[in-house]
């Protein structure tokens, strides 16, 4: 972290100095809510935590832990827990501010947090990432609760970590508490249809985009960077609606066939040892993926992957962001330039956090929905926000991810003029 950090101050090419320059660019369009806009560049909270945890060497090692609350004024915060070793204090400022964005967007009832912990979950053994996240949890849980601040997963967290999470706050508590973080499994109030949820999003926000670009998905070329829970599932959605995925790209490398990958082979190699382990492609050095001809890119790995040289090769028409901060603010411009369309994370990948908030309704209400309920309020969602957001866009003749800011600060800052400043 840099020695500078403070909320204003962001380091060079940081995933919080982009999120700063995008909230900049929406300060036009919010009339006179404008004078509230310098709450949304910095956090309500920032929680940073020691993790000490025994490892199955007997040695004690150390691991530091975030969560950040970026802003309530919606409501409770919401928002994943990201364990990585490149996990900082200013990564998680800014993914809990597009939360903040995001869960305004799609027009949910909360706020925007995040947290992670700074750790290479592959070295641990089971053992050890059951202790890594409950003492987390312990750490967090002075922040955290069902109606406070709801965690989830996100990069290399899944389901049974978010069990162990839910189990720990509730120890600490002494109840059941399965409200207090949503992406359970399913025994444990967890909801039908999470899992595929955001990689759901991406495809149904992509497909009404291709609708409007003229693109017919059938035989469409896609290239997919990062193949978990978000980019396979988007990837498996697109080529059941006819499209060609010629390149996947995970931490293992990259593979293409222009012919298209077969993802019922390639998904259980993928799951097991990464997508290079697959034989129906051909491994080609990391770089070559953004040259790889194709119709649509669908990031959906890390932040900072777009960036100004990448956007400037790119052959595709049309960009489906289901990372969160995928492309860094000078990629935008030229990829605009180059009348590439760009489905912005805020609205693309906010699927995940809609089928989440339905998880937590129905914990609260005790009483669960079938998987087509789901499907079609998730799908409803996901299109009144879309729609209002490009009348937003086609009104100003601004981007989408600007549209986007537009409807979602003016509804966060509205929230924050009602309830006034306290004291
Ligand atoms: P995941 O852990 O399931 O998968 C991440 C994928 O990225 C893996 O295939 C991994 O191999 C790949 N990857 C990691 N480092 C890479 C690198 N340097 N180059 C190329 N590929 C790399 O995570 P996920 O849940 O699919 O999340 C992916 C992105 O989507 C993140 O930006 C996350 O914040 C965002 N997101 C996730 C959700 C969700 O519900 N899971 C919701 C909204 C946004």
Not at 17 to 39: F, H, M
Request: include cysteine; aromatic fraction near 6%.
């Amino acid at each position: 972290m840099s020695e500078k950090l403070s909320f204003v101050n962001p380091t060079a090419n940081s995933p919080w100095g982009t999120y700063l320059s995008q909230v900049d660019r929406v300060v036009p369009y919010l009339g006179p809510l404008a004078r509230w806009v310098e709450t949304l560049k910095r956090p309500k909270r920032a929680l940073i935590v020691d993790v000490p945890i025994e490892m199955d060497d007997g040695t004690i090692a150390h691991f530091e832990g975030y969560r950040v609350q970026h802003n309530m004024s919606r409501g409770p915060g919401k928002g994943g827990v990201r364990f990585h070793p490149d996990v900082t204090l200013e990564e998680v400022m800014a993914l809990s501010a597009w939360m903040t964005i995001k869960t305004a967007a799609v027009n949910l009832p909360y706020g925007g947090a995040k947290g992670g912990i700074r750790v290479d979950p592959k070295k641990l053994s089971l053992q050890e990432l059951e202790k890594i996240t409950r003492r987390y949890t312990s750490e967090i849980g002075i922040i955290i609760g069902p109606h406070t601040d709801i965690p989830a997963p996100d990069v290399n967290t899944n389901g049974q970590i978010m069990a162990w999470m839910m189990d720990t706050y509730s120890m600490n508590t002494g109840g059941t508490a399965t409200g207090v973080v949503t992406g359970k499994p399913l025994h444990l109030g967890g909801s039908l249809g999470r899992v595929k949820a955001t990689g759901r999003g991406v495809f149904v926000t992509g497909r009404e985009a291709a609708r409007r670009l003229g693109m017919d998905l059938r035989g469409a070329r896609i290239a997919v960077q990062g193949f978990g829970n978000v980019g396979s599932v988007a990837a498996e959605l697109f080529a059941e609606a006819g499209a060609k995925i010629v390149a996947v790209q995970d931490h293992t490398g990259t593979i293409v066939n222009t012919n298209g990958l077969d993802l019922s082979k390639l998904i259980p190699v993928a799951n097991k040892e990464g997508v290079i382990a697959f034989k129906g492609g051909d491994v080609v050095p990391n770089e070559a993926f953004w040259d790889t001809a194709c119709d649509i890119l669908i990031p959906a790995a890390l932040e900072g992957q777009i960036t100004a040289e990448r956007a400037q090769k790119t052959t595709a028409k049309l960009v489906l962001e289901g990372a969160n901060g995928p492309t860094v603010p000078t990629a935008d411009d030229i990829l605009a330039e180059r009348g590439v369309l760009v489905v912005p994370d805020v609205i693309c990948n906010a699927g995940g956090v809609t089928v989440s908030y339905f998880e937590w309704v129905q914990d609260f209400s005790s009483f669960f929905w079938d998987e087509d309920e789901i499907n079609v309020r998730l799908d409803r969602i996901m299109m009144n926000a879309l729609n209002q957001i490009w009348d937003t866009a086609d009104k100003h003749k601004i981007s989408l991810r600007t549209a986007t800011y537009a409807v979602a600060c003016e509804r966060i800052l509205m929230a924050r003029q009602e309830r006034g400043l306290y004291p």
